[in-house]
């Protein structure tokens, strides 16, 4: 069975830019969340998304948005993109037990 | 509001003892999930246990094992016959009970755990 895949693991980007991540979840999960993990702040959490609908948000800038398509997939957006925005972002999926399984990340660098 | 508590940032064991990590947490919840998770550094965030609240027995995989003291809010983590492959970042995460769906993780600051030889 396959895990959770997140693509780009790795990325780039200027300041003012904007930057999408995608996630695609284990097969049968509908829950898909995402964490930002930084050395200063350490793991924070975004937002979470079941069955197309955000149900949770974290306390980020709305800047940072997200969604999640019909086949469970979903994606994260960053706009205008700043310094302190570099960081690991982790996405998470789950069924309804509240177990929570992560992909390895897209390391996000803004130079 | 949750916040999980891991006041022990860095540990050290030496090769096939034991060694325990620390965790606290406050919530006015009742039904809820405890988590350990374990962060190598390829990054990927491994599930190493998990605990539910309702439940009385600690939890246990193979070297690992938790002591949950709810009344306490306390939720430790004992890695016995510790192996070079332990190394790593560990995460106490909790997680409120949602009828029906998942819910969002609330992580302590982490324990580094090193293992010696």
């Known amino acids: 069975k396959a895990g959770v895949t997140q693509t780009p693991r790795y990325l780039i980007k200027t300041r003012g830019q904007q930057v999408t991540l995608s996630c695609s979840p284990i097969s049968g999960h509908r829950s898909v969340s995402w964490y930002q993990q930084t050395p200063g702040q350490g793991l924070q959490f975004l937002f979470e998304?079941?069955?197309?609908?955000?149900?949770n948000k974290g306390n980020f800038p709305g800047r940072f948005s997200g969604r999640q398509f019909s086949n469970s997939r979903s994606e994260m957006n960053v706009s205008t993109l700043e310094l302190g925005d570099s960081a690991l972002y982790l996405c998470?999926?789950?069924?309804?037990?509240?177990?929570?399984?992560f992909g390895q990340g897209t390391r996000l660098t803004v130079v | 509001a949750q916040t999980v508590t891991q006041s022990q940032p860095e540990m050290s064991v030496q090769e096939a003892e034991t060694v325990t990590l620390s965790c606290t947490y406050d919530?006015?919840?009742?039904?809820?999930?405890l988590f350990w998770y374990k962060q190598p550094p390829s990054r990927q965030m491994i599930l190493v246990i998990r605990?539910?609240?309702?439940?009385?027995q600690n939890a246990t995989e193979n070297r690992f094992s938790v002591n949950f003291q709810k009344a306490a809010k306390s939720f430790s983590l004992k890695i016995s016959d510790s192996q070079l492959g332990d190394t790593a970042m560990y995460f106490c995460a909790f997680m409120k009970h949602n009828t029906g769906t998942a819910s969002k993780l609330t992580f302590g600051t982490g324990t580094r755990l090193q293992v010696t030889l």
């Open positions: 919530t006015s919840e009742n039904n809820y999930y």
């Open positions: 605990q539910e609240a309702y439940k009385q």
């Open positions: 998470a999926s789950s069924l309804v037990t509240g177990e929570a399984f």
């Open positions: 998304y079941f069955s197309e609908t955000q149900r």
